[in-house]
């Protein structure tokens, strides 16, 4: 029986459209080229981060990222950059009486800004503060610590094979692949797919899925 799901934070509650547009904006590059640019790593399995280097072969992330916040930038999300199933789906999970809990691989500053947009959720996590990243077994055994039940009590929701969904399955938890931003359309077009718990297509149809999950 399932007690606890977790989500992933980009592209599964997150869309992140306006975050990278801010970057290509920063660049100086126009958002066609740019979201081109990283479909094209995304098809060919590299790091989002290589696009940075694309437009420019010395760029620092976080020098770039301490010269955007010293000019009043902080990380924040605004409610337009949540899905609109978000809300309701965790609504949804909680009458139900499923705990919920958020993880990804984020920066400083994630949890503040999923706490000051209201996230209903009994844990909110993020990699930089556990100090470990996805795909590590390290960061699924902090979630199997944190959530104090058995791996197989745990969901874990995400829109990436790589980073979310075979980890998690390695590390004894259900792992629900979401079709849905790059890495998910990507993925879920690829046969490692069939290792996943379950696909969906939108978070809507989550809570029934796990109930039938559970039932089994």
Same mark, same amino acid.
């Given at each position: 029986? *399932?007690? *606890?799901?977790?989500?992933?934070?980009?592209?599964?509650? *997150?869309?992140?459209?306006?975050?990278?547009?801010?970057?290509?904006?920063?660049?100086?590059?126009?958002?066609?080229?740019f979201f081109t640019a990283l479909g094209r790593l995304l098809e060919q399995g590299r790091s989002h981060r290589d696009v940075f280097t694309l437009f420019d072969a010395e760029f620092d992330y976080d020098a770039a990222w301490a010269k955007r916040q010293a000019q009043g930038e902080r990380y924040k999300f605004q409610q337009t950059d949540f899905y609109r199933d978000v809300f309701p789906c965790l609504a949804t999970l909680q009458k139900r009486g499923y705990r919920v809990g958020i993880a990804g691989n984020q920066p400083k500053?994630?949890?503040?800004?999923?706490?000051?947009?209201?996230?209903?959720?009994?844990? *909110?996590?993020?990699?930089?503060?556990?100090?470990?990243?996805?795909?590590?077994?390290?960061?699924f055994e902090k979630i199997i610590d944190v959530s104090s039940v058995r791996a197989d009590q745990i969901a874990y929701v995400g829109d990436r094979l790589d980073n979310d969904i075979l980890p998690a399955r390695r590390a004894g938890m259900k792992a629900i692949l979401l079709h849905r931003g790059p890495w998910g359309v990507?993925?879920?077009?690829?046969?490692?797919a069939a290792q996943a718990s379950a696909v969906i297509k939108s978070l809507t149809d989550l809570p029934d899925r796990l109930d039938e999950m559970s039932s089994l």
């Amino acid at each position: 029986m *399932i007690k *606890i799901v977790f989500f992933d934070v980009g592209e599964t509650l *997150i869309d992140e459209t306006r975050h990278w547009q801010e970057w290509a904006d920063y660049l100086g590059v126009p958002p066609f080229t740019f979201f081109t640019a990283l479909g094209r790593l995304l098809e060919q399995g590299r790091s989002h981060r290589d696009v940075f280097t694309l437009f420019d072969a010395e760029f620092d992330y976080d020098a770039a990222w301490a010269k955007r916040q010293a000019q009043g930038e902080r990380y924040k999300f605004q409610q337009t950059d949540f899905y609109r199933d978000v809300f309701p789906c965790l609504a949804t999970l909680q009458k139900r009486g499923y705990r919920v809990g958020i993880a990804g691989n984020q920066p400083k500053g994630c949890v503040d800004a999923l706490h000051d947009a209201n996230m209903s959720a009994d844990i *909110i996590a993020s990699s930089s503060a556990w100090g470990v990243e996805k795909p590590s077994q390290a960061f699924f055994e902090k979630i199997i610590d944190v959530s104090s039940v058995r791996a197989d009590q745990i969901a874990y929701v995400g829109d990436r094979l790589d980073n979310d969904i075979l980890p998690a399955r390695r590390a004894g938890m259900k792992a629900i692949l979401l079709h849905r931003g790059p890495w998910g359309v990507f993925d879920t077009a690829k046969l490692e797919a069939a290792q996943a718990s379950a696909v969906i297509k939108s978070l809507t149809d989550l809570p029934d899925r796990l109930d039938e999950m559970s039932s089994l």
